[in-house]
């Protein structure tokens, strides 16, 4: 059984920086694709990022490259997104998840419990 709890939401002003990490239990996290989805009331949960099992392949979705980065430490068992830049339309609850390489939220077998990020303008 894999537990993935997501920490470092908060609330900042746009234009402000926050840093979404996840730590995760199990033997797994080493060999599945990691990725951060969001979702705001009312909506569907949306891709934002996501790197492989080995670090060598990241995709995020248009309207966060250059702002965000998605990373992973294997020997600590946790992932990162750092969010720089942000704006009002990046207020949403993020969630990390372990699954296959894909944008589609099926193919993730593992999620957190997401974290609230609130971004003012």
């Known amino acids: 059984q894999v537990q993935l709890v997501e920490s470092g939401g908060g609330l900042v002003q746009a234009g402000g920086s926050l840093r979404l990490s996840c730590a995760a239990s199990?033997?797994?996290?080493?060999?599945?694709?990691m990725a951060w989805f969001r979702q705001t009331p009312g909506k569907e949960r949306q891709f934002v990022a996501i790197?492989?099992?080995?670090?060598?392949?990241?995709y995020y979705v248009d309207s966060v490259k250059g702002r965000f980065t998605i990373s992973r430490d294997n020997a600590e068992n946790k992932g990162y997104l750092q969010m720089n830049t942000l704006k009002p339309e990046d207020t949403a609850i993020y969630y990390c998840?372990?699954?296959?390489?894909?944008?589609?939220?099926?193919?993730?077998?593992?999620w957190g419990q997401g974290t609230q990020v609130t971004v003012s303008s």
């Open positions: 998840a372990l699954g296959t390489y894909s944008s589609s939220e099926r193919d993730y077998d593992y």
């Open positions: 199990g033997r797994t996290f080493s060999s599945r694709s």
């Open positions: 790197i492989s099992w080995n670090g060598l392949n990241i």
